[in-house]
């Protein structure tokens, strides 16, 4: 059993393709948690077992590994790089307390970088940057360091470097805090003299880490200006508060593929990367009011629901113990639900392999089967002290597509798989528009969408196809119009009759139609005014123009006649019809649409690009400002049927910087100049 000191729960964040999955495996193997390294090309890693991440050569949602190292138990979490899974990142962050930011040697500082950068930012949480791909061709140590150096600051400072031969090839690692030098030998680490030609690099580099330790307490700060040197367990300890406070950001080097540098990494991360309990209390909340939650092995059991998988094997709720500990026995409750939770078995998880264990201390991280009524998001807590972490701070989904089966008839099978989905990934969200009776589904964009059809045909056994999502239009009338409905009909026996005058005009009070009545005389008797009122309220479901719904009518009868037998409620409700039938198209009947209120968020470069294309979707620029970080702040109000596609062509525009919120404003008319093609596509539909 392990302690809460002794576990290191570290994400590896960065961009896609830059070598996440195969640290973690090259992690695993060194430590000799697997006996063989995995190959993305190959379906064979650890943490990307999903078949889904296996066909596509990606990672799809965070997975777990643990390892042991030297006494301790570091729990990885392998995070998603592609931009469409953030909401995976997302759930990674929450269980960690540390993240390793992985750059490749061949492609430098990428986006996926800058945005785990501000992730981390954003959280105070302490990091490491490790630099990948070292030995590969085109790879190059120094300009990427020189480059995060220039973008993020003095805080950068390498701990690991590559030896470079005459021919810059890389052929081991310096270890710069102890002073020795590494290669790899048949997948083991084998130290080998320090080059001569780097002593000069080597002290340039100890020389600013002593200036960083220095500024750690006053005690070091004093010993630094008198000229002592610091022995290596003061410069550890320096450092670990460093990297603590976030005023030093150390980067590491190495080969995930022939596992250099993996073994100086794992010593970092054991003596310089905080421990769970050093991170004194989380943000909670005990009723309505804010709390903190002391993070206290000897406490009440707490623990956070961090990220749910469904597969033919069960369900498993995986969590985070933020205070005491929890056993399958332990009483709980959901504080969300209020409902007490018998716990299932617990399990420590390495990709998709499960081990039973009998407890999970405060701040590991394990899993729990069959706890069929908790989410995402749920806290687990002691029923004496109950409290709620706050939900994962997901992005709002912004990319839309309808969704329905391929083959008719089987909606219901789809609407059921998407929805055990989304207990999985809380990230996207499932809707049924009433209007457009369309079953929309919303996300990051295109692949995280083309995921979930591929997992709804191999989990669930229903092919699905995306469509564009129909816009919800609206139309309405610009002038006042009278019009007659009359209704006769004689076939022997009883017939029918109902005449009626309606007076239809435009109203600015309600969307939804207003009925009033003005008859004088009996003309038309009071009891059939409901079947006139219920005539109108379903004939204004079809505007004249295209079949969308008519809104901000107002419909006063005014006259008719009625017969003493013949006449009746179906008689005058048909009446009513043809009346609006006859009215409303000469009323000049006009299309509205939905208009949005937009705030894009882009670099300062590509403002003019951004403002350009909301030009060309009909949007009207409202204001624009500038943040701290140099990013351009657009808002502006658009039509939603130019927005469907936006998510894609921003994140193409701004090389995935770009990013947007956007909600629904208000309707407005239709240019003439784009309402004929609107029209002409509603009719094409009906055919």
């Known amino acids: 059993m392990y302690t809460a000191n002794a576990i290191r729960n570290i994400c590896l964040l960065g961009h896609s393709g830059s070598g996440k999955t195969a640290l973690t495996e090259s992690l695993l193997y060194m430590t000799g948690a697997i006996d063989r390294i995995g190959k993305n090309a190959d379906g064979n890693t650890t943490c990307d077992y999903d078949p889904e991440e296996i066909r596509r050569n990606i990672s799809i949602s965070a997975a777990l590994a643990p390892l042991s190292y030297q006494g301790m138990k570091i729990n990885v979490l392998d995070a998603p790089g592609g931009f469409d899974f953030s909401g995976a990142v997302m759930e990674a962050l929450e269980a960690a307390d540390a993240a390793i930011l992985v750059c490749s040697a061949k492609d430098g500082i990428t986006v996926g970088l800058e945005k785990a950068w501000k992730y981390c930012e954003t959280r105070k949480m302490p990091r490491f940057i490790y630099v990948s791909k070292v030995d590969e061709e085109n790879s190059d140590f120094s300009a990427t360091l020189s480059s995060l150096q220039e973008k993020y600051g003095s805080r950068v400072s390498p701990l690991v470097v590559p030896i470079l031969n005459g021919a810059k090839k890389v052929t081991g690692v310096i270890d710069i805090l102890q002073g020795k030098a590494y290669q790899m030998e048949k997948n083991k680490q084998v130290e080998i003299p320090v080059p001569g030609d780097q002593a000069g690099e080597i002290e340039e580099i100890t020389d600013a880490l002593k200036e960083a330790v220095a500024e750690t307490s006053e005690e070091f700060m004093e010993k630094f200006f008198g000229g002592e040197d610091f022995t290596p367990e003061e410069m550890t300890q320096g450092m670990h508060k460093g990297v603590l ?366 403002i350009g294309d909301l030009n060309k979707r009909r949007g009207r620029v409202m204001g624009m400002e500038h943040d701290s970080e140099g990013n351009a702040i657009v808002e502006a109000e658009v039509p939603m049927a130019e927005m469907g596609s936006y998510a894609i062509d921003l994140r193409a525009m701004t090389q995935a910087r770009g990013s947007f919120t956007m909600k629904f404003e208000r309707y407005e008319e239709v240019p003439k100049i784009n309402q004929a093609k609107i029209i002409e596509a509603a009719k094409k539909e009906e055919e």
């Open 245 to 610: 406070e976030g005023i030093l950001v150390p980067v590491l080097c190495g080969s995930a593929m022939s596992c250099l540098g993996t073994l100086p990494l794992l010593e970092k991360i054991v003596s310089l990367l905080p421990d769970p309990t050093e991170k004194e209390s989380v943000k909670v909340t005990a009723g309505d009011a804010e709390a903190a939650l002391k993070i206290d092995p000897n406490g009440p059991a707490v623990a956070f629901v961090f990220k749910t998988v469904s597969d033919q094997y069960g369900k498993y709720s995986f969590v985070k113990v933020l205070s005491g500990a929890v056993t399958s026995d332990t009483p709980m409750v959901n504080a969300r639900t209020g409902d007490n939770e018998k716990l299932g078995r617990l399990y420590t998880m390495c990709g998709k392999k499960s081990t039973e264990v009998k407890e999970l201390c405060c701040g590991d991280i394990g899993a729990i089967g069959k706890m069929d009524r908790v989410k995402t998001g749920d806290t687990l807590c002691d029923f004496k002290n109950v409290v709620a972490k706050p939900p994962i701070p997901y992005a709002e989904p912004c990319y839309s597509m309808a969704i329905a089966p391929k083959t008719k008839g089987q909606d219901e099978k789809v609407a059921a798989g998407l929805n055990r989905l989304n207990e999985e990934d809380p990230s996207f969200s499932v809707s049924n528009n009433a209007e457009t009776h369309q079953l929309v589904v919303s996300g990051a964009g295109d692949q995280q969408l083309d995921v979930l059809v591929s997992k709804l045909k191999t989990r669930f056994g229903v092919e699905a196809v995306l469509s564009p999502a129909k816009v919800a239009y609206r139309e309405r009338i610009k002038k006042k119009v009278e019009a007659h409905g009359r209704h006769k009909k004689q076939t022997g026996g009883s017939g029918q009759f109902g005449d009626v005058w309606i007076r239809f005009e435009p109203q600015e009070e309600q969307e939804e139609m207003i009925f009033a009545e003005e008859v004088f005389g009996g003309s038309v008797p009071k009891n059939f005014y409901p079947a006139v009122e219920k005539g109108l309220r379903e004939a204004v479901q079809k505007g004249p123009l295209a079949g969308y719904p008519l809104v901000n009518l107002k419909a006063t009868l005014y006259d008719g006649s009625y017969h003493p037998v013949d006449s009746n409620e179906v008689a005058f409700k048909t009446a009513a019809n043809l009346a609006y039938k006859e009215g409303i198209p000469n009323a000049n009947p006009t299309l509205l649409e939905p208009i949005a209120s937009l705030k894009v968020t882009v670099p300062s470069d590509n403002m003019g690009d951004a």
